[in-house]
């Protein structure tokens, strides 16, 4: 499965965009980006998956370059509910069985 | 809209003493999970079960652990021997199918305790 590096934390204000970058130098041709939202003491929940160019859901927006070797999670117009962590996974189909989660990106927005 | 189910939320029990977690997937799902987080940690993966058995397991998934689809609705892990080490958030998880679409649907978790 390929490395994901992502920040260990975001703060913003309540109505600002928040955009969380995921970097994976070494993605391979099969393997998808997928984006996991954990609020406290609660599992994990699948946010959007992408491949390339851009994925747009009613929660997210996905931002894939060319390259693929990185990826931005673009949160619009956030909310005190959006404080959580957001997890960045790469892989490919086979590789589904499992999720492996990293450290993720503490996101905290305040009024 | 349908929701993996855990229970019990909390479960505190002392070291050396078998627990078994319960989990009743999404009805018409396929793939099953169970993952765990330690408290400030991050989640680990440790088993997948299709077709009624286990598909893959993680290192952490050792002789003291296993898994049973006893019915068509739930989905257990039980813990043999607990020890210190195995107090953490457990997770269920269910997947529809096998396909390109990595959406995995999690419960709400077992805190469990070992004391």
């Known amino acids: 499965l390929a490395k994901t590096t992502q920040p260990i934390s975001m703060d913003s204000y309540e109505g600002q965009e928040v955009n969380i970058t995921c970097s994976h130098n070494?993605?391979?041709?099969?393997?998808?980006i997928t984006w996991y939202q954990q609020f406290p003491s609660q599992g994990p929940r699948f946010i959007i998956q992408?491949?390339?160019t851009k994925v747009t859901n009613e929660v997210a927006s996905l931002f894939i370059p060319a390259d693929r070797k990185s990826s931005t999670l673009s949160l619009p117009r956030v909310s005190l509910s959006d404080t959580a962590v957001y997890y960045c996974l790469v892989g490919t189909p086979d590789s589904w069985g499992k999720l492996q989660f990293g450290a993720g990106t503490q996101v905290v927005v305040t009024p | 809209e349908p929701e993996v189910t855990q229970t019990p939320s909390h479960q505190v029990t002392q070291m050396g003493q078998e627990v078994i977690l319960r989990c009743v997937p999404i009805s018409n799902h396929l793939y099953f999970y169970w993952y765990r987080q330690i408290l400030g940690q991050k989640v680990e993966f440790l088993v997948s079960?299709?077709?009624?058995?286990?598909?893959?397991k993680s290192e952490i998934f050792d002789d003291q652990f296993s898994v049973e689809r006893p019915d068509g609705s739930n989905f257990t892990l039980k813990i043999r021997s607990t020890k210190l080490e195995d107090s953490a958030m457990y997770f269920c998880?269910?997947?529809?199918?096998?396909?390109?679409?990595?959406?995995?649907?999690f419960g709400p978790g077992t805190r469990l305790t070992v004391l």
């Open positions: 079960f299709y077709n009624n058995e286990i598909s893959e």
């Open positions: 998880a269910s997947r529809a199918e096998r396909g390109l679409n990595n959406e995995q649907f």
């Open positions: 070494n993605i391979a041709t099969n393997d998808y």
């Open positions: 992408g491949y390339k």
